[in-house]
């Protein structure tokens, strides 16, 4: 089954280079589901995309509660969903299984550009141009209407 190719866009960026950074790599990932390795199945590819997500949400996670983001607790619950739907489609995952990867990769892909795009429109991460580590500031915006 040909699956259409997935590529990192500018509207994406979020503002925060190692957020971006990190970013572009999970649609990297997602975008290597496309193209069978022969050293490594499928599922292995699926779940060291899991765990990339994982490693990626602790470091956002870990930033937010730093810089005291306000919808903290919202972003964490969207972590949250995801992870669950993630685990709900690759719990039991074997071999090279195209069809749970294709939907593994579609789920993911589409929750990753509607969570960066409203995430990094809505609430724009601003920073000094000092040391962005200890620089940061949250926008005191009002969420846009849907």
């Known amino acids: 089954m040909p699956m259409h190719r997935i590529s990192w866009k500018p509207e994406y960026e979020?503002?925060?280079q190692a957020i971006d950074e990190q970013h572009k790599q999970l649609f990297a990932m997602l975008d290597t589901l496309t193209r069978p390795d022969e050293e490594i199945s499928l599922t292995e590819m699926v779940l060291q995309l899991g765990r990339y997500i994982e490693t990626h949400f602790a470091f956002e996670e870990a930033l937010m509660q730093k810089h005291a983001y306000p919808r903290m607790a919202d972003h964490l619950l969207q972590h949250k969903d995801l992870m669950a739907q993630y685990h709900s489609m690759t719990d039991g995952m074997s071999g090279n299984d195209p069809l749970a990867?294709?939907?593994t990769r579609m789920v993911v892909y589409a929750w990753f550009t509607r969570h960066i795009t409203s995430w990094?429109?809505?609430w724009t991460?601003?920073?000094a141009p000092t040391s962005a580590a200890s620089a940061c500031s949250w926008p005191r915006r009002s969420r846009p209407a849907v």
């Open 14 to 16: 979020v503002g925060v």
């Open 101 to 103: 990867v294709a939907k």
């Open 120 to 122: 990094g429109t809505a």
């Open 125 to 127: 991460w601003t920073w």
